[in-house]
């Protein structure tokens, strides 16, 4: 069993930067390929960015290619999305999701095996 907490949403102005983390607990975080996924009011989650285990590996939305980076620390239970140059479109709830194995290149929301609750991030233009 995995708990994800997301954290770092907020209010930004159009062009700002947000990081934000995700902790895991739990002792077998390595284990686990990460991602990012993202909801904007009255759409479906989509995906955002995906590391893969050792965090070598990393896959990103055509969308936010360019300007956001996922990272993650395995020994500290930590997965990051850095997001610079953020735009109006970037509006959602951030969800942190883990699943079990290796990464894919092409997530989807149903593939997941542990979810984080979310956080707001909101961009001002």
């Known amino acids: 069993q995995v708990q994800l907490i997301e954290s770092g949403g907020g209010l930004v102005q159009a062009g700002g930067s947000l990081r934000l983390p995700c902790a895991a607990s739990?002792?077998?975080?390595?284990?686990?390929?990460m991602y990012w996924f993202r909801q904007a009011p009255g759409k479906e989650r989509e995906f955002v960015a995906a590391?893969?285990?050792?965090?070598?590996?990393?896959y990103y939305a055509d969308s936010v290619k360019g300007r956001f980076t996922i990272s993650r620390e395995n020994a500290k239970n930590l997965v990051y999305l850095q997001m610079n140059r953020l735009k109006p479109e970037d509006t959602a709830v951030y969800y942190c999701a883990a699943k079990i194995g290796g990464v894919g290149v092409n997530p989807t929301s149903s593939g997941m095996d542990y979810w984080g609750k979310g956080t707001l991030v909101t961009v001002s233009s």
């Open positions: 739990g002792r077998t975080f390595s284990s686990y390929s």
């Open positions: 590391i893969s285990r050792n965090g070598i590996i990393a």
